[in-house]
């Protein structure tokens, strides 16, 4: 087929000048799409918008405490979790808004404007004195943050299709990495006044304002990130005045009359007679739900005293879970993943992964036998085995979103994507938090007593997400042979 192509005036590309899109086109055939640039943007990008999602979690136990709203200490947890789903909430409302937007006007304005937004909202919810303060500021930073479905149609497009893989491969590991450094950013900058006194002294702004520090920290970040994001790649392209894809584009560029009515079908065809795509999206909801709730009961479980079957830990010790769990997700996303990936195929991975996740989770609530060092070499390498769990199941998952849909329905898609995600991810903080104060108030029930069944509960849902990963629910689109799924 190539030979018959060869030297065919019809094939070659027409590139255009001052189209950003043109621009990448050219990089992708010259082999200097996969830079430093283009994976530093995305790495970014992403911790911008998953650094705010779980940052709160070491410590909103305490701030909920301090605004003394609980009635008692076991009802602590379920107001962090009203917390927690506020973000999700603004976000299912307004994540398939921000992909039509992108599709239209492009993934830059809307990735800045979801930086600029983690600026300002990020360091106001700093600053709650209450608690609907609280709740409202974050449901305006996850309402007008919708840079991360954007950023997930930019990995595949600022790359050749074979380098696709690495493109949400990094987008994963980024997003890993965000939702762990982000709590253990909030463990161990919160309370600096109570911490570090010779830094913050008593009585202070930062006493005053005691979770302050690791909002501001990382509203710092993302303001350097927005000065960045000027000249972020736009991968859309400008052609007589009107955004086009790069599947359009070409199809009117080869000349062939075939080629472009399938695209112009394929553009008319809703994404939402996609099964492939549908069914992924479900699934990879089904998953974040879990996610979610693991994150917000983890943290909250860990700073619970013993006498509620907790941790006891403090913010600090949260902390140094996380981060090393962090480390875990770059050393595995980079060095192990591709090779395993390839060897297994990513839907199986996340299938072995996603069965092997369910044993672990339920071990959790044995660790409060344990105490000293013994207990945090366990905590430690239960935590890394399951966020990595968690990261190659994503990683699978986003491969079939994106390989499901063209570039010209991939932000619609992902917003949808984002959408779902995030309506179910509303349920889990406010959900696990509500479940793991009921079950710290039985805890001499005669079934699953105490932190149990919050565990138990939680491997339902991981056990729901791994039957839908099989046949015939999870449809998956024809590839090419060496882009193996199965």
């Given at each position: ?110 990735i800045i404007i979801g930086v600029i937004t983690v600026v300002v909202f990020n ?248 105490s000293g060092s013994t207990l945090y070499l366990v905590i430690n390498i239960a ?104």
């Open positions: 087929m190539e030979e018959e192509n060869f030297g065919q005036p019809l094939l070659k590309k027409q590139y255009y000048d001052n189209c950003p899109g043109c621009k990448v086109e050219q990089a992708k055939e010259l082999g200097t799409d996969v830079s430093i640039r283009n994976l530093s943007y995305i790495w970014i990008t992403i911790l911008c918008g998953t650094l705010p999602v779980a940052s709160l979690f070491p410590f909103v136990y305490f701030m909920v405490k301090d605004f003394n709203i609980a009635e008692s200490e076991e009802d602590i947890s379920a107001y962090a979790g009203y917390v927690g789903s506020s973000f999700m909430l603004g976000r299912s409302l307004t994540s398939i808004l921000w992909g039509i937007i992108s599709d239209r006007y492009g993934r830059k304005p809307v360091t106001l919810f700093g600053l709650s004195t209450n608690l609907w303060m609280a709740i409202s500021v974050r449901f305006l930073l996850g309402s007008l943050n919708g840079l991360i479905g954007p950023v997930k149609a930019y990995a595949t497009e600022i790359f050749s299709e074979e380098k696709q893989a690495l493109g949400l491969s990094t987008v994963v590991a980024a997003w890993g990495v965000g939702l762990v450094i982000g709590p253990a950013l909030g463990g161990y900058l919160a309370q600096p006044a109570l911490k570090y006194p010779h830094l913050f002294p008593k009585d202070s702004f930062w006493d005053k304002f005691p979770y302050f520090l690791p909002c501001f920290v990382i509203s710092a970040f993302a303001f350097v990130v927005a000065i960045a994001c000027i000249w972020l790649p736009e991968t859309l392209h400008y052609h007589n005045g009107s955004k086009e894809s790069t599947d359009i584009v070409e199809a009117a560029e080869v000349g062939s009359s075939e080629t472009a009515k399938d695209k112009m079908i394929q553009k008319d065809e809703s994404i939402f007679l996609n099964w492939p795509l549908m069914s992924s999206i479900i699934v990879y909801s089904v998953f974040s739900l879990h996610d979610i709730a693991y994150q917000e009961v983890f943290s909250l479980w860990a700073v619970s005293p013993r006498s509620l079957g907790g941790l006891n830990f403090t913010t600090n010790d949260v902390g140094n879970v996380l981060a090393i769990s962090g480390i875990g997700i770059i050393v595995y996303q980079l060095a192990l993943y591709p090779s395993v990936q390839k060897a297994c195929g990513p839907v199986n991975l996340a299938r072995i992964t996603g069965a092997l996740s369910i044993p672990l989770l339920q071990s959790y609530p044995f660790m409060t036998l344990l935590s890394i085995l399951k966020f990595l769990m968690s990261e190659t199941i994503a990683t699978g998952l986003f491969l079939l979103q994106n390989r499901a849909v063209e570039q010209h329905q991939r932000g619609a898609a992902n917003g949808f994507a984002m959408t779902a995600m995030s309506a179910f991810k509303t349920i889990g903080p406010a959900g696990g938090g509500a479940l793991l104060a009921w079950s710290q108030k039985r805890l001499n029930a005669s079934f699953l007593p105490g932190t149990h069944m919050v565990f138990f509960v939680m491997n339902v849902v991981e056990g729901l997400g791994v039957l839908l990963m099989f046949k015939p629910f999870l449809g998956v689109k024809k590839e090419k042979p060496m882009e193996q799924l199965q």
